[in-house]
Nanobody, 122 residues
Framework: QVQLVESGGGLVQAGGSLRLSCAAS????????MGWFRQAPGKEREFVAR???????YYADSVKGRFAISRDNAKNTVYLQMDSLRSEDTAVYYC????????????????WGQGTQVTVSS
């Protein structure tokens, strides 16, 4: 089992920044891919970014150039730095752990966090 706990969400003005963290515990050695997804009210959960254990990253087009995913394997923690935030970035952000590559679909992940709310005011 892998437990994931997100933190760092909140309310920010458009153009501002937030940094999300996802602390993993349990059988983390089995999770080679860590991802961030988000879900806005009335919409499906969508891929945001993912990173492999080796540091290979991939982003959704909507966040490319504004968001950066990173991981600290020693701390079993994944981060999502979000800059130049827009109102359309408002959503609940979820951290996920899995072993399937390329890791852009929800079905690629076995474990999910409880989510953290990000609200961007315009």
């Amino acid at each position: 089992q892998v437990q994931l706990v997100e933190s760092g969400g909140g309310l920010v003005q458009a153009g501002g920044s937030l940094r999300l963290s996802c602390a993993a515990s349990g059988r983390t050695f089995s999770s080679s891919v860590m991802g961030w997804f988000r879900q806005a009210p009335g919409k499906e959960r969508e891929f945001v970014a993912r990173i492999t254990r080796g540091g290979n990253t991939y982003y959704a087009d909507s966040v490319k150039g504004r968001f950066a995913i990173s991981r600290d394997n020693a701390k079993n923690t994944v981060y999502l730095q979000m800059d130049s935030l827009r109102s359309e970035d408002t959503a609940v952000y979820y951290c996920a752990a899995g072993n399937s590559f390329p890791g852009t679909r929800t079905g690629s992940y076995d474990y999910w966090g409880q989510g953290t709310q990000v609200t961007v005011s315009s």
